[in-house]
């Protein structure tokens, strides 16, 4: 997000949820209510230290999408689009990543929106990309017992975009806003797995060599 702020591009985040069922309410002593919150003072951060053009945070049911009307996310998630009317809409992979069930279930609702939208011949939506992490070993990425990270295939990832010193200084700088998750960030590894590049597959798009920017050769 940072390196597309610093091409020049608006870059709007789109949360569904608070993030309050999280198990580090329990350390807190915090309730989902509570927590929701904590985690939505620490999204506010985020947003000042990225300096994000817009944010919303929603607060569908945390770890409960997969029992929702997915239509009914459907709707909330192209109203949105509607209003902020983007070239590129980003979202997880089909595995998710962390494999949690909120960004499978946010994977099919972006491409169902994204087809829908498209179909009806909007004129602004022009690439979904999925932000992926690179394969490596047995296509996980496993420290202690604790977290098991999904990969994509090389042939799966169509763009690849460098980041710079301040790129990387400031997903350093976000990630440190989530004050109530720093023991899961660090367990997780989340800044080094990034490394000094991020990666994308591209929905119905194939590139080879990969794009080295999102926003290279979009569809007409």
Known sequence: MHHQLQQGHEVYLLTLTKGGATKQRHRLGLSIEEMSEVRYQEMLEVKKTLGLTGMTVLDLPDSGLKYMDPREIERVVTDHIREVKPDILVSYPVHG???FHDHLVMHA???????????????????????????????????????????????????????DEANIDALKASLDCYKTYQRVIEKAQ?????????????FQESFNPRLIDLADQLPS
């Open 97 to 99: 990543i962390s494999g």
């Open 109 to 163: 609702v972006a491409k169902q929106v994204f087809l829908a939208l498209r179909d009806e011949g909007v004129p602004y939506l022009k690439r979904l990309a999925f932000f992926t992490i690179p394969y490596e070993g047995d296509g996980t990425f496993k420290k202690g017992n604790d977290f098991i990270i999904k990969q994509s295939l090389p042939d799966e990832i169509d763009c690849s975009v460098s980041l």
């Open 190 to 202: 989340v800044k080094e797995l990034i490394g000094d590049a991020i990666h994308f597959e591209l």
